[in-house]
């Protein structure tokens, strides 16, 4: 079974351009889920996906978007980038619904560096 | 509101020596608390999670980690380190309600192993 996967792996952009990472979650997960995993500031929770509608949100500004498609795969779009935008952004996939128990299967991530 | 504290941001053990990684939290529910393991350039891998079902939890490559809600605590525990266990480790914590499908990490503990 295919794990999830991201792309692209790496990914530089200017100040004020707009990065987009895709994300495909394991086959027969409908919920989907973003992690920015930036220096000094760990694991912090961007979004969450299921059904193709977003769910929950954390706290992070509304250029920080994005969407999940039929498939279930999704999308983060992040617009006027700034310095503080480069990371490691993580997708994760479940079951669904976003029940207590559910495990989140993470992908190997997308790093994003902002010049 | 959750959230996780790891105690300690590096734990070093001679190999063969056991493995204490502590873990505190705090939820306005009864959560989930999980247990990830982040070797470098490598994506996030669940160790183990707790679910309310028995309070002693065994996950993969000989880890375990017990849930104590009078002490609001999930420390993860193996009996003999091995060189391979050298990653960083996070503690998860996942409630309902508003919280619904937003994991909280902590921020890590970095685990070094030495021959």
């Known amino acids: 079974e295919a794990g999830v996967t991201q792309s692209p792996t790496h990914l530089i952009k200017t100040r004020g351009q707009q990065a987009t990472l895709r994300c495909s979650p394991i086959?027969?997960?409908?919920?989907v889920y973003w992690y920015q995993q930036a220096l000094g500031l760990g694991l912090q929770f961007l979004l969450w996906y299921d059904e193709g509608e977003e769910r929950n949100r954390g706290n992070f500004p509304p250029r920080f978007s994005g969407r999940q498609f039929p498939n279930y795969s999704s999308e983060l779009n992040v617009n006027a980038l700034e310095l503080e935008d480069s990371a490691l952004y993580l997708c994760?996939?479940?079951?669904?619904?976003?029940?207590?128990?559910?495990?989140?299967?993470f992908g190997p991530g997308t790093r994003l560096l902002v010049l | 509101a959750q959230s996780v504290t790891q105690l300690d941001s590096h734990v070093s053990v001679s190999e063969g020596t056991p493995v204490l990684l502590r873990c505190n939290y705090s939820s306005s529910y009864s959560p989930s608390l999980f247990w990830y393991v982040q070797h470098p350039n490598k994506g996030l891998q669940l160790l183990l999670k707790y679910t309310s079902a028995a309070t002693l939890v065994k996950g993969i490559n000989g880890f375990e980690a017990e849930f104590k809600k009078s002490e609001t605590s999930f420390h993860l525990t193996k009996p003999s380190a091995h060189m391979s266990d050298a990653a960083e480790y996070f503690c998860?914590?996942?409630?309902?309600?508003?919280?619904?499908?937003?994991?909280?990490f902590g921020d890590g503990t970095t685990l070094t192993v030495k021959p």
């Open positions: 994760a996939s479940s079951h669904g619904q976003g029940r207590l128990q559910e495990t989140q299967y």
């Open positions: 086959s027969g997960h409908t919920s």
């Open positions: 998860v914590v996942s409630d309902r309600g508003t919280n619904a499908g937003k994991s909280t």
